[in-house]
């Protein structure tokens, strides 16, 4: 059985580094990270511009070398370095025990918090089944990456799901990006979680992750289908007609989903728990 670890190898993260530098140098102003600049004028050290003075100006910020050379004073102005917030929700619930979809989500949690380390953003990790089960939070360097991955490493797949009350329970949230790790199969308040996060002024970001079987189920003939979280039994008949309902029930469900985002301003993706891994990464952030 694969873990965590087999799939954040040396090269993997070498090419997720690669990764992060050419969404900063894309994203430029633009993106999350903290390391991107902001054109508000702040009080980092970095030097913006200078502007003449005005009275109530600090002093401190004078350009006394241009008074000398111009007889006209003038204050300098910084670039404000500005950090940003990612949340990480990772759902632990027993739906994600199928395949390796609980592996591949806790991967993709782990390569976001790597991004936005690496870019000087703030991550706060959070495990929730039927509520909040756990959180890591505050990390903002890249040198504690192996903290987050110590977090999201012995966490396990089991019991039921309530996003909404997990975000509830987090309490306040720093303005920033939600994202969400999850199967999406509740029929909870998930929808009441979105608009509970951007009342706590976050960005949000729905990633769907599904097992092989569930995209594209190879069972034939009478099975029984058994809810792994509320232990409900269904016996049906696997015939050509059942799977061309499944798939179209699942292509109305990420329809479904895509709608409501947009909607609400907020990205619904779904992936595979075989896709490649940097590709999904990729497109989660840029």
């Not at 994203?27 to 004028?41: H, I, P, Q």
């Not at 189920?217 to 008949?237: C, F, H, K, M, N």
Request: net charge neutral; with cysteine; proline share 2%.
């Amino acid at each position: 059985m694969r873990t965590l670890e087999d799939l954040l190898t040396k090269e993997y993260l070498a090419r997720l580094e690669h990764l992060g530098q050419r969404l900063r140098a894309r994203l430029g102003t633009d993106g999350y990270s903290g390391a991107r600049r902001s054109t508000t004028k702040g009080t980092s050290l970095e030097f913006s511009d200078f502007r003449e003075y005005l009275p109530g100006d600090d002093l401190r910020r004078a350009d006394w070398n241009s008074y000398a050379r111009f007889e006209k004073l003038y204050i300098r102005q910084y670039f404000e370095e500005k950090q940003a917030a990612f949340h990480i929700f990772l759902d632990c619930s027993r739906s994600m025990e199928a395949g390796e979809k609980f592996l591949r989500a806790k991967a993709l949690a782990a390569s976001v918090a790597y991004l936005a380390m690496s870019g000087g953003d703030q991550v706060h990790l959070f495990a929730f089944r039927e509520g909040l089960s756990a959180r890591e939070g505050g990390l903002s360097q890249q040198s504690r990456f192996l903290q987050a991955v110590r977090f999201l490493q012995p966490l396990t797949a089991e019991g039921g799901t309530d996003l909404f009350r997990a975000v509830r329970e987090t309490g306040p949230l720093q303005k920033g990006v939600s994202l969400i790790f999850s199967d999406f199969m509740t029929e909870g308040r998930t929808d009441d979680a979105i608009k509970l996060l951007q009342e706590k002024k976050q960005t949000v970001i729905l990633v769907q992750v599904l097992s092989k079987e569930e995209l594209s189920p190879s069972a034939q003939g009478p099975i029984r289908l058994v809810d792994s979280e509320t232990g409900q039994a269904l016996d049906v008949e696997m015939t050509a007609g059942v799977l061309a309902a499944y798939h179209k029930a699942l292509e109305q469900q990420e329809k479904g989903w895509q709608e409501f985002c947009r909607r609400r301003n907020a990205l619904f993706l779904r992936t595979a728990e075989d896709a490649p891994l940097l590709e999904t990464v990729y497109e989660i952030m840029k």
